[in-house]
C-alpha cells in the first residue's frame, strides 16, 4: 500500500521519523551542470519509470556513422528523423537514461507527471508538419483562464471559441472596456502577420509591448503577467515581444493541448521513426575537437559531421560559446479527491501574492494523468527557489487554502521538479537575427531551442534546419 504525507498544516507538514526525502538525480552528479534535480516526498515511494524511455542501457552501434547528433533532446530526434528520411546513417549519444530531454513524462503511483508543467500549442507550424497529432490524442484546455484577484476566482473566457462567449465576456468584470478592445485589435493584428512578419517586429520587452499597445495595468498584472509569465517563464515579463506575439498568435489560430500518455510521448513518437540501433543512452559527450567527439570515460567517436542539440548551456560547453542565460522553474505535482475549479482551464494567480504563478488540474484536461478518483495537480513556482520541498510545498498549501478553504490541506503531495535551465531567457536582442546560424564550423552544427525560439517548435524548426544543412554540405 502506498502511504503519503498530507500537509495538515503549512508549517507542520509531515510527521517526522516516518517521512523519507529521497534526491534523485537523472544522471551521476557531475555529468551535466544543468541538471533537472527533483525530489519527492513519500513514506514509501515507487520507482518511477520514464515514458518513452528505450530499454537497455544503450543502444550502440557497430559501424561509423555519416552523422553523430549529441542529445536527443526534441531538436535531436528531429534532426535524426530528417536524416533517416534522406537515409544517411547517424547515432544519437544521449547523456540521459531516456530521451525527449526537457520534454519526459515519468509515471508515479499511477499519475502520469511531466518533467515541469508544459502544453503543446497545436498550431505550431513546425509541429504540424512533424507530429501525427491523431496518434498523440491530443487532449485540449478550455479556451480562457481562471484568474485569482480581488479575493475570488475570476474567469476571463475566449468569445471566439466559447458558445455564448461574447455576452459573457462583455459582461465579465475582467478587463475594462478597453482592455478587451485591445485584446481584439492585438488578435486579429498577429492572426494577419506572418510568422516572419512576426519575428522582424521592432524587438523590446513584452510588457513595453502591452503597454504601448495600451493595456491597463491592472489587466497586465491580473492576466498577461501570470499567464505569459507561465508560458515565457518570467514574471516580468522582459523576455523579448517578438517570443510573446508568436505565443499570441498560435493561442488565437490553435488549441492548448497535452497528449493523453503525457508530453513523452512528443519525443516518443519521433524516436518511433528512427533506426531502432539509433540512440545511445547514458552516454556523455565530454568534448569535441573538428571531427572527433570524446566521451566520458575516453572513448571517441568519428564522423562526417557532427551535430550538437544539446541545451544551450550543454552546447555552448561544447562548442565553446558563451553560455545563454537561463529560465528556471519549480512544478509540485499534488493529488486531490476533487478537481478545486469546475472546468478544464488554466488557473492564474492574479493578485501577485504567493508562491504559485500558475497551475492546472491536468487530469480534467487529460484523465489519463491520474488513476480514477483522483486529480492531479500541477503547480508552478517560477525560478528554482531556495526553500526546501517541504517549506515551499507549505507556502503552496497556504496560498491555496486561502483560495480553495481547508480542502487543499488534503491535497497530497506526490513529486516536485526543479528546473534550473528550463528555457534559454529571451530578452529583447535574443531573436535579432530570429533564427541563429547552424553551421558553427566545417563539419559541426548547433540545433536547439537556442538556435530558434524557446519553444517545441522551434526545437523541432533547428533540428530540421541542422539536418539540411548537413544534408546539403555532404552532398557536395
Ligand atoms: C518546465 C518547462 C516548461 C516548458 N513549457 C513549454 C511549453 O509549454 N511549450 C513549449 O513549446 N515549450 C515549453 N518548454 C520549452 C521546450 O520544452 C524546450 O524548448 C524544448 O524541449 C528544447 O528541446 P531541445 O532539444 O532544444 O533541448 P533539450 O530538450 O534540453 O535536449 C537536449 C538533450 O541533450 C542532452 N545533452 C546535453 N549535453 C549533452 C552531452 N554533453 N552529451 C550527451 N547528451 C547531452 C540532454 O540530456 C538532453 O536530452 C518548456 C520547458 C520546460 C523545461
Not at 513584452?206 to 492576466?223: K, M, N, Q, Y
Request: charged share 20%.
Amino acid at each position: 500500500m502506498i502511504r503519503r504525507a498530507y500537509w495538515s498544516d503549512p508549517w507542520t507538514s509531515i510527521p517526522r521519523g516516518k517521512a523519507q526525502l529521497s534526491n534523485h538525480r537523472l544522471r551521476q552528479p557531475g555529468d551535466l551542470p544543468h541538471d533537472i534535480h527533483f525530489t519527492h516526498i513519500c513514506l514509501e515511494h515507487r520507482v518511477a519509470a520514464s515514458v518513452g524511455a528505450l530499454p537497455g542501457e544503450s543502444r550502440g552501434m557497430t559501424t561509423s556513422p555519416d552523422v553523430l547528433i549529441v542529445g536527443a533532446g526534441l531538436a535531436g530526434l528531429a534532426c535524426g528523423r530528417h536524416l533517416a528520411d534522406a537515409q544517411v546513417s547517424f547515432q544519437i549519444i544521449e547523456a540521459a537514461d531516456g530521451i525527449g530531454g526537457r520534454v519526459r513524462t515519468d509515471e508515479f503511483d499511477g499519475f502520469l507527471l511531466d518533467r515541469g508543467f508544459q502544453v503543446l500549442l497545436t498550431a505550431y507550424p513546425e509541429a504540424q508538419r512533424t507530429l501525427d497529432y491523431h496518434a498523440l490524442e491530443l487532449k485540449k484546455f478550455t479556451p480562457g483562464a481562471f484568474s485569482w484577484f480581488a479575493g475570488r476566482m475570476n474567469k476571463l473566457v475566449d468569445p471566439w471559441r466559447t458558445p455564448g462567449g461574447w455576452s459573457e465576456a462583455l459582461r465579465s468584470d475582467f478587463g475594462g472596456f478597453l482592455d478587451k478592445l485591445r485584446i481584439l485589435r492585438l488578435r486579429s493584428r498577429l492572426r494577419s502577420s506572418s510568422i516572419d512578419q512576426i519575428f522582424k517586429h521592432p524587438e523590446r520587452s513584452t510588457r513595453d509591448a502591452l503597454v504601448s499597445a495600451g493595456f491597463s495595468e491592472e489587466f497586465i498584472h491580473r492576466f498577461f503577467r501570470p499567464f505569459f509569465g507561465g508560458i515565457l517563464l518570467d514574471g516580468e515579463l522582459k523576455s523579448s515581444s517578438r517570443m510573446f506575439e508568436f505565443v499570441f498568435k498560435m493561442l488565437s489560430e490553435g488549441d492548448i493541448a497535452v497528449p493523453a500518455r503525457g508530453m513523452g510521448a512528443i519525443p516518443a513518437q519521433l524516436a518511433s521513426h528512427l533506426p531502432a540501433d539509433s540512440i545511445r543512452l547514458n552516454t556523455h559527450a565530454e568534448s569535441l575537437h573538428e571531427n572527433e567527439l570524446t566521451l566520458t570515460g575516453g572513448e571517441s567517436l568519428r564522423a562526417r559531421a557532427i551535430v550538437v542539440a544539446a541545451d544551450g548551456p550543454g552546447a555552448a560547453h561544447l562548442v565553446g560559446e558563451a553560455e545563454p542565460a537561463s529560465r528556471s522553474v519549480t512544478c509540485f505535482y499534488f493529488s486531490a479527491d476533487e478537481p478545486p475549479v469546475p472546468h478544464p482551464m488554466l488557473v492564474l494567480n492574479g493578485d501577485g501574492a504567493g508562491p504559485v504563478n500558475n497551475f492546472a488540474v491536468i487530469s480534467q484536461i487529460a484523465p489519463s494523468y491520474a488513476p480514477a478518483g483522483k486529480s492531479l495537480v500541477s503547480v508552478s513556482v517560477l525560478g528554482t527557489q531556495q526553500l526546501t520541498d517541504q517549506q515551499l510545498g507549505g507556502f503552496i498549501i497556504a496560498q491555496m487554502k486561502n483560495w480553495f478553504g481547508t480542502v487543499a490541506s488534503s491535497w497530497c503531495h506526490l513529486k516536485s521538479y526543479r528546473i534550473p535551465h528550463a528555457q534559454p531567457q529571451q530578452l529583447p536582442g535574443a531573436l535579432e537575427p530570429p533564427q541563429r546560424a547552424v553551421r558553427v564550423r566545417p563539419g559541426i552544427y548547433l540545433c536547439g531551442d537556442h538556435r530558434d525560439n524557446a519553444s517545441i517548435d522551434g526545437a523541432m524548426l533547428s533540428g530540421r534546419r541542422a539536418a539540411e544543412a548537413v544534408l546539403a554540405d555532404l552532398s557536395r
